[in-house]
């Protein structure tokens, strides 16, 4: 099952909101991400654990907050987010940090 | 500075109109190069992956190959489920934990 799920599919948020997302991977795997894609555009890296460790913060502002409660789930936690934020936001896993990353459906985000 | 070019930019194929998608790059040391496809609105999907000049691999329609400088995606017959953007991105041996970086894909329609 090469299966990683994310919720919801859809998210319609205020400035002021706190939110998060959500994504779980039963396969196993070590390595779990966050991208952030706008249209037309390749997915861009905003986070990287390790073994449940944050490994790499690719310079994402604050108001974009991970957690990694354990190796199968991953949260991204939004509070006061800008309207340019706006995107569509997908997990990926891969067994160790060198593998194949297998991407969710992701998440569409609007913050109005 | 690892570099990804996808040509061409848009394709527009009729049924069974063979093909092949390009992509360049420039790497220190290449640890992996991953085909993916993405439709609209949805999270890419793994194809892919390839280590080492020479490579090919195969799944249905699609075969991927594999240069020093570059890859090539073939398209045998096309059918128009194939339309999608492939994106296609490499591993560095060097790159910091699991850093992917993406071309900016291709865009494939195929015509019935």
């Known amino acids: 099952d090469t299966e990683v799920t994310q919720t919801p599919k859809h998210l319609v948020m205020g400035m002021t909101n706190k939110k998060s997302l959500k994504c779980e991977q039963h396969?196993?795997?070590?390595?779990m991400y966050w991208y952030k894609q706008k249209a037309k555009k390749p997915p861009e890296l905003m986070f990287v654990?390790?073994?449940?460790?944050?490994?790499i913060n690719e310079s994402v502002p604050s108001r974009f907050s991970p957690e990694c409660p354990n190796s199968s789930l991953l949260n991204l936690h939004l509070h006061a987010l800008q309207p340019e934020d706006s995107a569509l936001y997908l997990c990926a896993s891969s067994q160790w940090a060198y593998n194949e990353q297998f991407f969710g459906p992701g998440t569409r985000l609007t913050v109005l | 500075e690892d570099q990804v070019t996808q040509s061409p930019e848009a394709l527009r194929l009729q049924e069974g109109e063979s093909s092949s998608l390009n992509c360049s790059y420039t790497?220190?040391?290449?640890?992996?190069l991953f085909w993916y496809r993405q439709d609209p609105g949805k999270g890419p999907e793994f194809l892919f992956t390839?280590?080492?000049a020479g490579e090919e691999k195969e799944k249905e329609r699609l075969k991927a190959t594999l240069t020093k400088k570059e890859s090539f995606l073939h398209i045998t017959a096309p059918k128009p489920e194939d339309s999608a953007t492939y994106l296609c991105?490499?591993?560095?041996?060097?790159?910091?934990?699991?850093?992917?970086?993406f071309g900016e894909g291709t865009q494939l329609t195929v015509n019935p």
């Open positions: 790497v220190s040391g290449l640890r992996g």
């Open positions: 396969m196993g795997h070590r390595a």
């Open positions: 654990y390790s073994y449940e460790k944050l490994s």
């Open positions: 390839l280590y080492s």
């Open positions: 991105a490499v591993q560095a041996e060097e790159t910091s934990g699991s850093r992917l970086t």
